[in-house]
T-cell receptor, first 113, second 113 residues
């Protein structure tokens, strides 16, 4: 079956450092991946997405890397700020052509001043 | 635009009671979905809809019903509440498909006693 998981449940970084949040997926047929940020007490917020025909995609201060060989996804946040403290979820589109998203369990990022 | 709105914010039910969680969006989005979020479990898809009159089951549909009579509204009905349905429920919408960025509502925290 499909599963999306994370290597680390928590990550603590210093303000200004770069953060890397990792995600492993098991379904080699998944063709679309997304990162969401969820602040305490709020709904998830879209950060960035990537399709399986790409290896890298950049946004504002964020980069997503996709390694299909080892089925690994990562989110890199440059110059991490206190406002980046949140839980980060990766999600994959379940099976090619499906309208379902499967979410991982999340990584809690804490940014220390 | 109000985006995605959910009511109520909090609800306490007794086992066996029924209720409807309301979700509305004013962005003319075709795709709407319901997720539940439990501690340590990430978000799990309950039901989704790709347009008015069309609904389909997600990962954990048992005990829940949905309908989509209009583009704007996507209510989630609990037929006979059980303690296992204690969770935070999020509604989300996107322009056309699960491929697009999903906008999440603020959530409904439901406790079933």
């Amino acid at each position: 079956g499909e599963s999306v998981g994370l290597h680390l449940p928590t990550l603590s970084v210093q303000e200004g450092d770069n953060s890397i949040i990792n995600c492993a997926y098991s379904n080699s047929a998944s063709d679309y991946f997304i990162w969401y940020k969820q602040e305490s007490g709020k709904g998830p917020q879209f950060i960035i997405d990537i399709r399986s025909n790409m290896d890298k995609r950049q946004g504002q201060r964020v980069t997503v890397l996709l390694n299909k060989t080892v089925k690994h996804l990562s989110l890199q946040i440059a110059a991490t700020q206190p406002g980046d403290s949140a839980v980060y979820f990766c999600a994959e589109r379940a099976q090619g052509g499906s309208e379902k998203l499967v979410f991982g369990k999340g990584t809690k990022l804490t940014v220390n001043p | 635009n109000a985006g995605v709105t959910q009511t109520p914010k909090f609800q306490v039910l007794k086992t066996g009671q029924s209720m409807t969680l309301q979700c509305a969006q004013d962005m003319n989005h075709e795709y709407m979905s319901w997720y539940r979020q439990d501690p340590g479990m990430g978000l799990r898809l309950i039901h989704y809809s790709v347009g008015a009159g069309i609904t389909d089951q997600g990962e954990v549909p048992n005990g829940y019903n949905v309908s989509r009579s209009t583009t704007e509204d996507f209510p989630l009905r609990l037929l006979s509440a059980a303690p296992s349905q204690t969770s935070v429920y999020f509604c989300a919408s996107s322009y056309r498909t699960a491929y697009n960025e999903q906008f999440f509502g603020p959530g409904t925290r439901l406790t079933v006693l």
